[in-house]
């Protein structure tokens, strides 16, 4: 993550507040990273340098057209400072910090396979156990853990892998 990106989404945060306009922005910016994340052309499309900055924004302004008038002055300010290719991580940053502004935590939760709803009520019952703030999970899916959960909060981490209970049980063993 750029520090331009963090500069740029602190900005946007600070105006989109005062207008109190600070939730519907973050949608606006959830749906930036989501269409980036789903769409390979829009992405080759923001990171080409051939492709003149005023294109750029005409084309993200008709896609985006129903955002706030905050999200399109993001888009008007990247085009004068020449960094519109750093969009994706502005609009990233932004939903980081209007999550921490707001009091929600991030967990995330790696497992073998995409999390199943008990699995994610047992997660929350841990999370419980770190944090009094409201969490939003989001989930890893890594095969090598075999099974359970990795849960990460922070700066905190609990795991609840089969591939670390193996380790501990090898350790153990070996001494």
């Not at 084309?59 to 290719?85: D, G, W, Y």
């Not at 009091?103 to 396979?113: D, L, R, W």
């Amino acid at each position: 993550m750029s520090r331009a990106a963090i500069r740029y989404a602190k900005a946007i945060l600070d105006i989109a507040n005062s207008n109190g306009k600070a939730a519907n922005v973050n949608d606006d910016m959830k749906s930036i990273v989501a269409a980036v994340a789903e769409s390979k052309e829009l992405r080759d499309f923001l990171s080409n340098p051939t492709v003149k900055g005023d294109v750029k924004v005409s084309a993200i302004s008709e896609v985006f057209a129903s955002v706030q008038n905050e999200t399109k002055s993001l888009f008007r300010l990247l085009l004068e400072n020449k960094r519109f290719e750093i969009l994706p991580a502005v609009a990233s940053q932004y939903n980081l910090l209007f999550d921490e502004l707001s009091g929600v935590e991030v967990a995330k939760v790696t497992t073998a396979f995409p999390i199943t709803p008990e699995l994610e009520a047992k997660v929350l019952a841990k999370v419980k156990e770190f944090s009094t703030k409201s969490v939003t999970i989001v989930n890893i899916v890594d095969e090598s853990i075999i099974g359970g959960f990795i849960l990460r909060l922070g700066d905190k981490q609990y795991n609840a892998s089969i591939a670390n209970s193996l380790q501990t049980l090898k350790r153990e063993l070996l001494n």
